[in-house]
């Protein structure tokens, strides 16, 4: 599922005034985060349950709405080597229902489940002996599972989570899988706050991983469609493969095909039974709600979930690169080019110095990449991505450009390649910087606009930095970033030995030699 924010397309008088407010802190750039950060402490209310599962609520009455993210901290990076893709196949198992959701008869759903895995691993087992494997044994094996699913799913009432949600309102119903975490997020009007608290506490007490292995082929023709059948999905996933030789960023979030074809629902519930623990989740909540019923609430429901040991973090580190990558697809398609440069994660000080470099470089009709490559005509498109593919732990930077008929991909690449070396050897001006830190507010009092957004980025920041305070303090410290930060940041990383080029030519496009260049 993709992510999707609930935006109302109504405002009351006192929610303009509220956001006049916010705008007007937009004249004084000094203390930024801080003066936003005052605004929310009335409103922001955070506790612990004795389980260790951490709570965020902000307090928003202008609507009788409220919404609901829950953050869980795992992402495919978590995903143990030959499971890719579980992580993935989790977030569609979540909305599968419940021991008490979706299901006709419990106990005999359960049975004909068991009976299913049992022959699907005996299936799996055989399947791996390869040439020496029984083919008349298989093909009994998979006439016993086809039965076996039938039957399983005989007891499933289709879509009764969301149906349940549908009927009372809900708006947003969503959820996403990154590469650092999974969210789940839908909005609800504010007196059916309750429901949430049942729902989401029981798909994540009492899962069943019904229909698994139908949902397996649903992921593995979205693979077809995303990856095998892209040009562009493609080259990212051989982009990211490149880039990291190491670390588990290189795999790709969907699953390779063949870990796809091979993961079970045991799988799945010993990868929810590692990443699920109550202390692996935080929960946002922001609309029309009051803290302390939200409390009661959370410790009715969410209490019964047992604890468990915090899943140990990725202890894989990518090792320095010491020369360039590049990868070139040839096809007859539209040309593409990906480059990025190894950079810290989202707990280095310079964090914040990579979103004032994208901002710089390709936001808004007055950035360098923009103005360089796109009004010139010579790209379609450029965009740079301060963090990709996450920022748990150290990743990339990268600039994507799309040639222009015409052009070739070398030609773009190039032209980066001049702008990057401008600001290693001339930096920024301030009024490049200005331009960025005013975006940064800009886009920050945009998210807070949203109940959603309030509760997605609060539930996060608290999991990640221990303190929702962590959205306005990283405006802070894009307020004390000064052009000397940023050129000393572009010098360390722009080298031609920390990146990694990516590209698709047309087949009839010829080589060009590509020109050193740092």
């Not at 202390?279 to 019964?304: H, Q, W």
């Not at 697809?329 to 994660?345: A, D, M, N």
């Given at each position: 599922m993709?992510?999707s924010a609930?935006?109302p397309?109504w405002?009351?008088?006192g929610?303009?005034?509220?956001?006049?407010?916010l705008?007007g802190a937009?004249?004084?750039p000094?203390a930024?985060?801080?003066d936003?950060?005052?605004?929310?402490e009335?409103?922001?209310?955070?506790?612990?349950?004795d389980?260790g599962?951490?709570?965020v609520?902000?307090?928003r009455?202008?609507?009788?709405v409220a919404?609901?993210?829950?953050?869980?901290?795992?992402?495919?990076?978590?995903e143990?080597e030959?499971?890719?893709g579980?992580?993935?196949?989790f977030?569609?198992?979540?909305?599968?229902?419940?021991?008490?959701?979706?299901?006709?008869d419990?106990k005999?759903?359960m049975q004909?489940?068991?009976?299913?895995?049992?022959?699907?691993?005996q299936l799996?087992?055989?399947r791996?002996k390869?040439p020496?494997?029984?083919?008349?044994r298989?093909a009994?094996?998979e006439?016993?599972?086809?039965?076996a699913?039938?039957?399983?799913?005989s007891?499933?009432?289709?879509?009764e989570?969301e149906?349940i949600?549908e009927?009372?309102?809900v708006?947003?119903l969503?959820?996403?899988?990154?590469?650092?975490a999974?969210?789940?997020?839908?909005?609800?009007p504010?007196?059916?706050a309750e429901?949430?608290?049942a729902?989401?506490?029981?798909?994540?007490?009492?899962?069943?991983?019904?229909?698994?292995?139908?949902e397996?082929?649903?992921?593995m023709e979205?693979r077809?469609q995303?990856?095998e059948?892209?040009p562009?999905?493609r080259?990212?996933?051989?982009?990211?493969?490149?880039a990291f030789?190491?670390?588990?960023?290189g795999?790709?979030?969907i699953g390779?095909?063949?870990?796809?074809?091979n993961?079970?629902?045991?799988?799945?519930?010993q990868?929810?039974?590692k990443?699920y623990?109550?202390?692996n989740?935080?929960?946002?909540i922001?609309g029309d709600?009051?803290?302390?019923r939200?409390k009661?609430?959370?410790?009715?429901?969410?209490?019964?979930?047992?604890?468990g040991?915090?899943?140990?973090?990725?202890?894989?580190e990518?090792?320095?690169q010491?020369?360039?990558?590049?990868?070139?697809?040839?096809?007859?398609t539209?040309?593409?080019?990906?480059?990025?440069?190894?950079?810290?994660?989202i707990?280095?000080?310079?964090a914040?110095v990579?979103?004032?470099?994208?901002d710089?470089l390709?936001e808004?009709?007055?950035?360098?990449?923009?103005e360089?490559?796109?009004?010139?005509?010579k790209a379609?498109?450029?965009q740079?991505?301060p963090?990709f593919?996450?920022?748990?732990y150290?990743?990339?930077?990268?600039?994507?450009?799309?040639?222009n008929?015409?052009v070739?991909p070398d030609?773009?690449?190039?032209?980066?390649?001049?702008?990057?070396e401008?600001?290693?050897e001339?930096?920024i001006?301030?009024e490049e910087?200005?331009?960025?830190k005013?975006?940064?507010?800009s886009s920050?009092?945009?998210?807070?606009?949203s109940n959603?957004?309030?509760?997605?980025?609060?539930a996060q920041?608290?999991e990640l930095k221990g303190d929702?305070?962590?959205?306005f303090?990283?405006?802070?410290?894009i307020?004390?970033i000064?052009?000397n930060?940023?050129?000393?940041v572009?010098?360390s990383?722009f080298?031609?030995?920390?990146r990694t080029v990516?590209m698709?030519?047309?087949?009839?496009?010829?080589?060009?030699?590509t020109?050193?260049?740092?």
């Amino acid at each position: 599922m993709s992510s999707s924010a609930h935006r109302p397309v109504w405002r009351r008088a006192g929610q303009w005034l509220g956001l006049l407010a916010l705008w007007g802190a937009l004249l004084v750039p000094a203390a930024q985060g801080q003066d936003l950060r005052s605004q929310f402490e009335e409103k922001v209310t955070t506790f612990t349950l004795d389980n260790g599962l951490d709570f965020v609520v902000v307090e928003r009455h202008d609507a009788p709405v409220a919404s609901f993210a829950t953050y869980a901290d795992v992402g495919s990076v978590d995903e143990p080597e030959g499971k890719t893709g579980i992580a993935h196949m989790f977030e569609h198992m979540a909305f599968k229902g419940t021991t008490t959701i979706g299901t006709r008869d419990i106990k005999k759903e359960m049975q004909a489940l068991e009976r299913q895995e049992e022959i699907y691993l005996q299936l799996r087992r055989e399947r791996a002996k390869g040439p020496q494997a029984d083919s008349s044994r298989i093909a009994k094996l998979e006439e016993q599972f086809e039965q076996a699913t039938k039957n399983a799913e005989s007891y499933i009432q289709e879509g009764e989570f969301e149906n349940i949600l549908e009927r009372n309102g809900v708006s947003g119903l969503n959820a996403s899988t990154s590469s650092d975490a999974t969210r789940y997020f839908y909005s609800l009007p504010a007196n059916k706050a309750e429901l949430f608290f049942a729902l989401e506490s029981d798909r994540f007490a009492n899962p069943v991983l019904r229909e698994f292995y139908t949902e397996r082929d649903v992921v593995m023709e979205e693979r077809r469609q995303r990856t095998e059948s892209s040009p562009t999905g493609r080259l990212v996933e051989e982009f990211l493969t490149t880039a990291f030789k190491a670390h588990p960023y290189g795999n790709p979030t969907i699953g390779h095909m063949s870990d796809l074809q091979n993961l079970s629902r045991t799988d799945a519930r010993q990868f929810f039974e590692k990443h699920y623990s109550p202390s692996n989740l935080t929960i946002g909540i922001a609309g029309d709600v009051d803290p302390e019923r939200m409390k009661s609430l959370a410790e009715e429901y969410f209490g019964r979930l047992s604890g468990g040991e915090d899943p140990l973090p990725v202890r894989t580190e990518e090792p320095e690169q010491i020369s360039e990558r590049r990868v070139v697809i040839r096809e007859q398609t539209q040309p593409f080019v990906l480059i990025g440069y190894h950079r810290g994660s989202i707990q280095s000080e310079d964090a914040p110095v990579y979103d004032v470099l994208s901002d710089v470089l390709t936001e808004g009709r007055t950035s360098r990449l923009y103005e360089r490559l796109v009004k010139q005509e010579k790209a379609l498109q450029v965009q740079a991505l301060p963090a990709f593919p996450g920022s748990k732990y150290d990743t990339l930077f990268g600039v994507i450009g799309v040639p222009n008929r015409g052009v070739s991909p070398d030609s773009v690449e190039h032209m980066i390649y001049d702008e990057l070396e401008a600001i290693k050897e001339e930096g920024i001006t301030e009024e490049e910087l200005e331009r960025a830190k005013t975006r940064a507010r800009s886009s920050l009092i945009g998210q807070l606009d949203s109940n959603q957004g309030l509760a997605l980025q609060f539930a996060q920041m608290e999991e990640l930095k221990g303190d929702w305070r962590s959205v306005f303090r990283k405006l802070d410290a894009i307020e004390s970033i000064t052009v000397n930060d940023v050129q000393r940041v572009a010098q360390s990383t722009f080298e031609r030995s920390n990146r990694t080029v990516a590209m698709i030519k047309t087949t009839d496009d010829e080589e060009q030699p590509t020109a050193a260049a740092n």
